[in-house]
């Protein structure tokens, strides 16, 4: 269709070689984390349920920062604040307008969109540290603006998820219930299973992104402004983007927050959310896709799991460890959970032999192997 | 000379006319004209320092010249915004590669046919119909190119930790993804052995003539130079001194100054 396809005369190799084959180990990995995640909340009791669907919407927020942050390169220190603003926002359209709660969701993220936007406006001209200290305001500022604002907001006590319900007294606002319409589950259990799907959703979008002309662009973006503008991407527009939809999907994860507690406190959106997920990006593996799921799933497993059991007299000491599991964390893998993963099938593709690279591709050639030299001596005309 | 293409009888496809380019108190190019025909094969000369490579970001709109002007087919390329200079069909390499680390060789070549498909986060976010079709158009557009320039091979490969003139060719292939008419090459041959340089000037005349291409090159290797170039321009310290085929530039005297110190 080019004058590049019309000249080539022979089919070239396939360029991935490796994911064309039938990847079996993955298979069996996939369903494995599949059956746990299914059965997962029918053997668990009822808070626990809601602990996981807090992690997903940790694991939402912070797939929304990834891209931000991993992929363009864009630090933001704020993402707890428009946690927040999705999770108010949920809580006034249900309680005081009325919407639908799914309608709902999708408008905290619209909202946060616009949000978004603008402050990648002001990003433009900041960068690095600048940002991160512009965004650390943004979030700094978020609580007191909500109490400052008591009257819609509810202030410092908060505000519950109510709609107007049924009842033996009449017609009465009461918290809403996400009750499951085919009976057998529990409200938890049911509720456990709609946020998983929403998340697999979020993640599934957050690969396409990736994987395609607009990912590449992310990257290009961050790596090299230059050579991203000479090819003919609008550094700006790609950058205000990202942060909108990266805003968005920190909206869409405080949706989830508000709606698996049936309400809102601006206790909840503190300076330590924006960390939590940063947190969680890091563990994980920046620039990776599931990254940010890893990492939630190891704050959450932390936090909700592991600091609980801990004797009575650590417990004060809970977030001296987690800084301590962190430190240690990123001088054993600088990159996260993914990244660790990632260097020990590396180490083992090195392992099995310079002849299995012949083929060219594979993570092996991250060393130099003989075979980019022979492609570089080799004519052009061969 | 400097003045001869004032006739009118054929408009280049490059057209730079008294350029002047600051920096403070120093000037980088000082009211510079040439054009480039159609199909020829330019190269930039001269001394470091001349204001080569500075001409080059003008075209490419990194730099905003003070003043003069800059038409590529017709367009005035000072008003075209700098991301949409690849659509309008130039393309160009680095002097120092700006090539993106993060991405595979295969992605890093895909960025450069940026320009020349659609869809933004939405589009890509519900993989709706025209993105995976376009995807999978440009991934065989870029592996075209890598095998055209023997790079097949380490498609999959992080771009990070490749040899310098593998990495040299990797910028070419994201040039040609492009499918510009316009191709600018910033010191191509630097970091060559010898035999690879007789090879890349070999494979410059190819492209230029299966691709179609214009090429405007910046280089120091002479011999490469003289033997695929259809013109030369010389400039040194911001102005052109000489420009003509390589014959005739060779024997300038002025060039031959510029190059070897004026004689005493």
Redesign the interface.
Known sequence: MSELTAATSEPHPDPRPRSRRLPIGRIVAASIVGVVLVGLPLESPPFRNEQFVGWMAIAIAASGLNLLTGYNGQISVGHGALYGIGAYSVALLITDVGVPVWIAVALAGVICFVVGVAIGLPALRIKGLYLALVTLAVATLFPLLVEQFSSVTGGGSGLSITSPQETARGVVDRPIQLTSPFGALAPDQWKYYVFLALTVVVFVVTRNIVRSRTGRSLVAVRDNETAAEVSGIHVARVKILTFGVSAAMAGVGGAVFALNNVRVNPSSFTIAVSIYFLIAVVVGGAASVIGPAIGAVAYGVFVDVVSPELPERLQPATPVILGGLLIVLMLVAPGGIVGWWRMLVAKRAARRGAGAAADGAGPASVTRKPSSRSTDARSPEA | MRRERQDGERVGVLEVTDVGVRFGGVIALDSLSFSIDDGQICALIGPNGAGKTTLFNVV???YQPSSGRVRFDGHDLLAV???????LGI??T?QNL??????SV??NV???G????R???WA????LPP?PS??R?????A????????????????C????Y??LK?IELA?A????PRLLMLDEPASGLTHG?VD?LG??IR?LRD???LTVLLVEHHMSMVMAISDRVVVMDLGSKIAEGTPAQVREDPRVIAAYLGAPA
Do not use: C, K
Not at chain 2, 176 to 179: K, N, Q
């Open positions: 490419s709109r990194i915004a700098p991301h949409r200079i690849a659509e393309g160009r680095f700006a090539l993106v680390p993060g991405l295969l992605d895909m960025v450069g940026h320009a020349r498909s869809g933004g986060f890509a976010a519900l993989r993105v376009q995807e158009a440009l991934r065989a557009t592996m075209d190119a890598l095998e055209r320039l023997s790079l097949a091979q380490i498609a999959t490969s992080p990070a930790g490749l040899p003139g593998t060719r994201r040609l993804v492009g499918r690879e090879e070999e494979l190819r299966e691709l179609e």
